[in-house]
């Protein structure tokens, strides 16, 4: 079967991917956290339990061309330090193999360096992988990694010899690698080229497995532009949210590859006023991403909205909308399992402002036009990508099988 980030690379990459790849970035935030010497925080458990979580939990991620998020993650002994996407429907790491050369390894500052680390064992499984915004040949090896301050000792992950990045809004983020924090527990790997290439074991699952994690889930703020986000493994942070944070079951769908991604049942859409389109989604189940802005919906809905809002198309490439409307513009609100979820048209709505061009903005509706052709793809998907989901503190919870949506300080 078509593995379903491959799917998705059809769709958004044909709208976002090549949106101004010829323009610099609007910003490039580096602002990720060393690997220790963090401030300690308080936490609480969903379950109105509070839950102290160690410093050492929590990673600071930062935003980089206000699309793509960037963490940083530590392999080997001594630690050999990585820049990485984080991408939470794929679960594999990723990183590029000292024994990458330049010409499949552009731009890139720093490689996995197997002969200096201590830890290393060799294992050479060659590996193929198509994501969204990446592709790498390589093979396996296992060693130690850090990821918020946290050790796993023996963690397999892709060792690339050759990688491809699609430039997103202005060229290739400052990146090395991919961590992925899906909940890929059971059916196929997505982005395997072929059913016979070695499943990854998934960096949080392993955190779990050793005695890391207290639960099995982490919670997430998407960093803004000018501030750093947060992610905290084993619990959440009190200094992001407010409120009650709200739990919605993972759909039951499990047709393969939806039982690797967290995913969420959708009730309904509309705007905010009361002659603005909206759509009944039952039936429907989105898929939550970070590594697109896209919002993948119904051709007829997304095509609405984008007239609605003033939109211009520009064939395959991501319709301008004119910055100065937001402000008038209504929300849009989802409904999942009966609560209402807003985000705002400054969330719907994306600005950069490349060099040389001055301030541009893009819808972030993407029609699913063409979605439906392939016989093997999951019918009635949706894609909620960082639009979504940088709206909200988030948690993804493992043992109860859940999201968690909540209002961010």
């Keep these: 079967m078509l593995a379903l980030i491959s799917i998705l690379s059809l769709t958004l990459r044909s709208s976002f991917v090549q949106a101004v790849v010829y323009q610099s970035p609007i910003h490039a935030i580096n602002q990720s956290a060393s690997l220790e010497g963090l401030n300690s925080q308080e936490f609480h458990r969903l379950q109105s339990q509070e839950l102290l979580v160690d410093e050492r939990l929590i990673a600071k991620p930062s935003l980089f061309n206000n699309v793509t998020y960037i963490t940083e993650v530590g392999i080997g002994t001594p630690c050999q330090s990585f820049n990485v996407s984080i991408e939470i429907s794929v679960g594999e790491l990723f990183v590029p193999s000292a024994s990458c050369s330049q010409s499949h390894c552009k731009g890139v500052r720093n490689y996995y360096n197997a002969s200096k680390s201590s830890t290393y064992v060799r294992n050479d499984t060659s590996i193929t992988r198509t994501y969204l915004e990446a592709y790498m040949q390589g093979r396996v090896s296992q060693d130690v990694i850090t990821i918020a301050g946290i050790q796993v000792e023996r963690q397999l992950f892709g060792e690339a010899d050759s990688t491809v990045w699609i430039p997103v809004f202005g060229g290739k983020p400052p990146i090395e690698g991919m961590l992925g924090l899906g909940p890929n527990c059971t059916g196929d790997q997505q982005g395997r080229e072929n059913s016979q290439e070695p499943r990854l074991p998934n960096p949080f699952l392993q955190m779990l497995s050793e005695g890391a994690l207290d639960r099995n889930m982490f919670a997430m703020k998407l960093p803004s532009y000018m501030q750093t986000g947060d992610i905290t493994f084993g619990g959440t942070n009190r200094d992001f949210y407010k409120g009650e944070i709200i739990q919605i079951p993972l759909s039951n769908r499990t047709e393969p590859p939806l039982s690797d991604v967290w995913r969420v049942d959708v009730e309904y859409a509309r705007l905010s006023h009361p002659k603005a389109p909206s759509y009944d989604l039952s039936g429907y189940t989105a898929v939550l991403l ?62 950069v402002t490349p060099e040389g061009y001055g301030r541009q903005c893009f819808s972030t509706f993407v029609p699913d036009e063409g979605w439906n052709e392939d016989p093997d793809t999951p019918k009635n998907i949706l894609l909620f990508g960082s639009t979504f989901l940088s709206a909200f503190y988030s948690t993804f919870d493992l043992d109860n099988k859940t999201i968690g949506l909540a209002e961010l300080k």
């Excluded at 609100?333 to 807003?342: K, S």
Aim: glycine share 6%; charged share 10%.
């Design 290 to 351: 970070t590594s697109s802005p896209g919002m993948l919906l119904p051709a007829a809905f997304a095509n609405a909205l984008n007239s609605y809002i003033g939109a211009i198309p520009r064939g395959p490439l991501p319709p301008t909308v004119a910055c100065e409307i937001r402000e008038f513009l209504p929300n849009l609100i989802f409904t999942l399992v009966g609560h209402d979820f807003e985000i705002s048209p400054y969330h719907y709505i994306i600005e």
